[in-house]
């Protein structure tokens, strides 16, 4: 089946650095990714959509600024967390789609991040 | 909103008990889907159910979907202690973006 992979799978940084977190699609082309953030027991919650080789749709309340994604291959997006803070921590959750939309999306295995 | 809301929140069975899980949503969709999370793990899809059908199964798993009811349910037939995992539902309307659930915690004890 279709494998995402994203790195690191977990990452301690401290407060006002920035952490880059990688989602690739292994074996098949992604048209659209998609960034989620998870608190513990929480569900999931959309940050963004990406679609190669063009900016990024954000959801409301996400800061662009803060959270830069980039797609810059039908493999590969990034999330960029600049400046990052304690409450920043979470479960960060990328997930491919071959297709337009999410009607067939795969999802990583996440991304641990911590802020001291 | 059309996020889906799962209840119970939390469930704890015995091994070979059945685990059933619902759904329930706000406004029409074009398919809902569940999956199942392990802890501090990415997701993965267990069945799409589209709009248009009632019912789905695939192994041990049983989806119902009633749009009139605006609700699903997820049934696990003889649970086995690797079931343990938080099940989500993701409603997708004409976006097809997926607004997920805050899930429902199942513990199978062995």
């Known amino acids: 089946g279709a494998v995402v992979s994203q790195h690191p799978s977990w990452v301690i940084c401290k407060s006002g650095t920035s952490v880059k977190i990688e989602c690739r699609s292994l074996?098949?082309?992604?048209?659209?990714m998609f960034w989620y953030r998870q608190f513990p027991k929480q569900s999931l919650m959309l940050m963004a959509t990406s679609n190669e080789g063009s900016k990024a749709t954000y959801e409301q309340g996400v800061e662009k600024d803060k959270f830069l994604i980039n797609h810059a291959s039908l493999t590969l997006s990034t999330l960029t967390v600049t400046s990052a803070h304690p409450e920043d921590s979470s479960f960060y959750i990328c997930?491919?789609?071959?297709?337009?939309?999410?009607?067939?999306?795969?999802f990583g295995p996440g991304t641990r991040l911590t802020v001291t | 909103s059309q996020q889906g809301e799962e209840d119970p929140q939390a469930l704890s069975i015995q091994e070979g008990e059945n685990a059933t899980m619902n759904c329930s949503y706000k406004t029409s969709i074009n398919n809902l889907q569940w999956y199942r999370q392990n802890s501090g793990r990415g997701l993965v899809h267990l069945i799409l159910?589209?709009?248009?059908?009632r019912e789905k199964h695939s192994g041990r798993l049983r989806v119902t979907l009633d749009t009139s009811k605006k609700s699903s349910s997820l049934l696990i037939t003889a649970s086995r202690a690797a079931d343990t995992a938080s099940y989500f539902c993701a409603t997708e309307g004409g976006s097809y973006i997926p607004t997920f659930g805050r899930g429902t915690s199942l513990i199978v004890h062995p």
């Open positions: 997930s491919a789609s071959p297709l337009p939309g999410a009607a067939e999306q795969y």
């Open positions: 074996d098949f082309q992604a048209t659209t």
């Open positions: 159910i589209r709009s248009n059908e």
